[in-house]
């Protein structure tokens, strides 16, 4: 053992200009505010603009986390970006992000689990920051799942929106974290349920993008019990509780689900940070923007037990114990 600790250093995010509400997708199909708020509890999500990429948003995000941390870009030696909607099938859309912050060192690569992307990602880059091998890490999830969405599908397309998100992990002495940083994560997965929420498109399938398609009441089913076993995992090891954190930080996919989630683990309303109304499910980038909207208003303070947990597709899911 090192002896390392990873702690967080900076937060920041990025939102699209364009606003997509629920009044303008009554225009395009067959649905209405009172229908998208009732069974979702958004009222509004940010949508890309005419090229404007994942690593634009990834960007934005990564230079205000930065600012956040007090930090150049030299100094960052890791970067770990979740994403489900890459510019291109390859490059790696971290490397665009890596380039354009003049970084040359270090290393940089995308991670794969759809809405649980960040906190998966926030696991890889602290594994790797506690080996001693990277210094500082620039953990990302970033989306525009604008572009796989079918707009004819009033099932999908009222739920997402775009976005991006950035956390800074460092890798500090166990005595200088002071009990600090990230304090244990979870991740699971079962390919068994894969085809109730996928994209019908690949490179070595169809050799087009396709669109997002969901069967959301299977979906809804396993959320609320899937995501269970892994905030009892980080409990047990940390022994924390739900009666002892400060801040519950689910992913942002449908208001219903949050609210039973925190009940189920008996997690006081008070303590859950929702930014679903505004945002819609941004899928990998939802944690960290709801991170970044809770530190800038003043909730989250230095010092506060944070508990995040996802599910996405595949079925993925995982939490994340950790103190600001």
């Not at 364009?18 to 009732?38: F, H, P, Y």
């Not at 930014?275 to 970044?292: F, K, M, Y």
């Amino acid at each position: 053992m090192t002896g390392l600790h990873s702690v967080v250093r900076g937060v920041g995010s990025y939102l699209p200009e364009k606003v997509l509400t629920n009044a303008d997708l009554a225009r395009l199909v067959d649905t209405s505010d009172e229908w998208i708020v009732q069974r979702t509890g958004i009222s509004e999500r940010h949508i890309a603009a005419e090229g404007e990429f994942t690593s634009h948003l990834a960007l934005k995000a990564a230079r205000a986390a930065l600012a956040d941390a007090g930090l150049q870009p030299s100094d960052i030696d890791l970067i770990v970006l979740a994403t489900s909607t890459p510019d291109q099938t390859f490059p790696a859309t971290a490397v665009s992000v890596q380039s354009e912050l003049g970084i040359t060192h270090g290393a940089a690569f995308d991670l794969q689990a759809v809405c649980s992307g960040f906190v998966f990602a926030v696991s890889t880059a602290d594994a790797h920051l506690r080996t001693g091998a990277f210094k500082r890490a620039l953990v990302i999830g970033a989306e525009t799942f604008s572009r796989i969405l079918d707009w004819e599908d009033r099932g999908t397309c009222v739920l997402f929106g775009d976005g991006a998100g950035a956390l800074i992990l460092e890798a500090v002495p166990e005595a200088e974290a002071q009990g600090r940083g990230v304090l244990t994560s979870h991740l699971r997965s079962d390919g068994r349920h894969r085809s109730k929420l996928f994209v019908d498109g690949g490179p070595s399938t169809t050799g087009t993008v396709g669109h997002l398609r969901m069967e959301g009441r299977e979906v809804f089913k396993h959320a609320v019990g899937m995501i269970t076993d892994v905030i009892i995992d980080a409990f047990k090891a940390t022994g924390q509780s739900a009666e002892t954190i400060d801040w519950f930080v689910p992913h942002q996919a449908n208001r219903r689900i949050i609210d039973a989630s925190a009940q189920k683990l008996g997690i006081a309303p008070e303590k859950v940070v929702t930014t679903v109304q505004g945002h819609g499910n941004t899928s990998a980038a939802s944690i960290p923007l709801a991170l970044d909207v809770a530190r800038r208003d003043g909730r989250i303070k230095d010092g506060d037990l944070v508990l995040l947990e996802a599910m996405g597709g595949g079925f993925t899911w995982g939490s994340a114990l950790l103190r600001w």
